[in-house]
């Protein structure tokens, strides 16, 4: 079985989404700087693709113009996965004797 | 007006309709809401949300429309191929047309600087980027596509350049060269310094006093000149999207070659239209991207269009 990848971005993604669920752009403003307009809602659509979130548009309140926002949640293969990584990381971290080959 | 409908009717084009609707809309709803929500008063603020918002979606379409134009592996590395050697020869262009300018007027910004090489810079790198990038084989539509895409938005660059930000410096580095504090603001603007809104004016009152000196075709040569300029990212891009040949140091020479070719023609140009008055302003300043339009055509419709594999239709079944 192939271990699921997770990338630097998509970690903070699922970190962030964790607590609560949320727009593309509260996620670029939480992130501090860390993600970018132009790519948050690509990474999420490949996210989306992988499982590692779902979405859904919001409700929009009657008389509303304007295209309706998509909020994001993680799954629960997606908090699997990340709880994974950090374990993974955690061990790395409790053995700092070991280093890459070089 | 809500802001972002023309982008989505773009976007509607080049997306995938799953694109569209899991990227795009998101980042749209996101402008449309930031910008509803902001002060009216505040204009400022409200353009750069507008300037954050666009620039975020567009860059979304640009990588929605790589993702479904490009199908294989192959495709994106020779795509990301061009894109760095282009990137390179911008950047070593650049410089060698920035260097000597550095030496002999010491006071020019880089500001100014970068806004007199960037419009030369563009074409030839892009030129370089694509002859060195692509393979020497047929491409596929959508690569194709891509490169035309990405030599379209050079062009756009090139004209906001050269229109206006490089007859600003110009007029910036004149005014902080003046003799003195007192000249500073009183530096008329030379015909180097005029945005192409002036060039234009100056040409319309020209043509309707009938004046046809040189005076009155350098005006005109130069506002033709800058919107040639600009667009022969376009041009030298289809011509080196067409034709191909086997060996990237032959496509390097054929490289050279036409950007010499096209710089001998720009000069051959000016001194018909405007020393001469032999041919109109405007055909002078066009006279490269006419000759280098009509070679790629030429070439797209011979047997050794390097599209030719790729946009032959399937032959019809019965």
């Given amino acids: 079985m192939d271990i699921p990848r997770l990338s630097a971005t998509e970690r903070l993604i699922l970190e962030l989404l964790e607590g609560e669920e949320m727009f593309g752009l509260q996620l670029v403003e939480q992130s501090k700087g860390a993600l970018k307009r132009g790519t948050v809602y690509v990474t999420l659509g490949r996210m989306q693709d992988k499982g590692y979130v779902e979405s859904w548009t919001e409700e929009q309140p009657p008389g509303a113009i304007g295209l309706p926002r998509r909020r994001y949640r993680p799954t629960a293969y997606g908090l699997r996965v990340l709880e994974a990584w950090e374990a993974a990381a955690r061990t790395l971290r409790r053995q700092p004797q070991l280093k890459p080959a070089t | 007006m809500m802001p972002g409908?023309?982008?989505?009717?773009?976007?509607?084009?080049?997306?995938?309709?799953?694109?569209?609707?899991?990227?795009?809309?998101?980042?749209?709803?996101?402008?449309?809401?930031?910008?509803?929500?902001?002060?009216?008063?505040?204009?400022?603020?409200?353009?750069?949300?507008?300037?954050?918002g666009y620039a975020a979606v567009l860059s979304v379409i640009a990588i929605c429309a790589l993702d479904t134009r490009i199908a294989t592996d192959d495709e994106r590395r020779d795509l990301r191929r061009t894109l760095v050697w282009t990137l390179v020869f911008i950047s070593v262009v650049g410089a060698l047309l920035m260097s000597p300018v550095v030496w002999s007027v010491p006071e020019v910004t880089f500001r100014g600087l970068l806004s007199q090489a960037l419009p030369l810079a563009i074409p030839i790198g892009l030129t370089f980027g694509i002859a060195l990038g692509l393979p020497g084989r047929a491409i596929s539509r959508g690569s194709a596509k891509v490169v035309i895409l990405v030599a379209l938005a050079a062009s756009l660059v090139s004209f906001g350049t050269i229109s206006w930000i490089m007859p600003?410096?110009?007029?910036?580095?004149?005014?902080?060269t003046a003799w003195s504090m007192e000249?500073?603001?009183?530096?008329?603007?030379?015909?180097?310094e005029l945005t192409i809104v002036d060039l234009h004016r100056e040409m319309r009152i020209a043509a309707a006093r009938g004046d046809d000196t040189r005076i009155a075709r350098r005006f005109a040569w130069t506002f033709h000149v800058r919107l040639a300029l600009s667009s022969a990212s376009l041009v030298l891009a289809s011509l080196f999207l067409v034709s191909f040949s086997n060996g990237s140091i032959l496509r390097g020479v054929f490289?050279?070659?036409?950007?010499?070719?096209?710089?001998?023609?720009l000069y051959t140009g000016e001194f018909l239209?405007?020393?001469?008055?032999?041919?109109?302003?405007?055909?002078?300043?066009?006279?490269?991207?006419?000759v280098f339009t009509s070679a790629a055509m030429l070439i797209a419709s011979s047997r050794r269009s390097r599209l030719r594999g790729s946009f032959v239709t399937a032959p019809r079944q019965g």
């Fill in chain 2, 183 to 192: 000249d500073r603001g009183l530096v008329p603007k030379g015909i180097g």
């Fill in chain 2, 5 to 52: 409908r023309t982008l989505h009717r773009l976007a509607a084009r080049i997306c995938s309709a799953s694109s569209l609707e899991r990227i795009v809309e998101p980042a749209i709803a996101d402008l449309q809401r930031e910008h509803a929500g902001s002060d009216a008063n505040h204009t400022a603020r409200r353009a750069w949300i507008l300037f954050a």
């Fill in chain 2, 255 to 265: 490289a050279f070659l036409v950007c010499f070719e096209y710089w001998a023609l």
């Fill in chain 2, 273 to 290: 239209g405007v020393h001469e008055r032999a041919i109109p302003a405007f055909v002078a300043a066009w006279l490269p991207n006419i």
């Fill in chain 2, 168 to 176: 600003g410096a110009n007029q910036a580095l004149r005014e902080e």
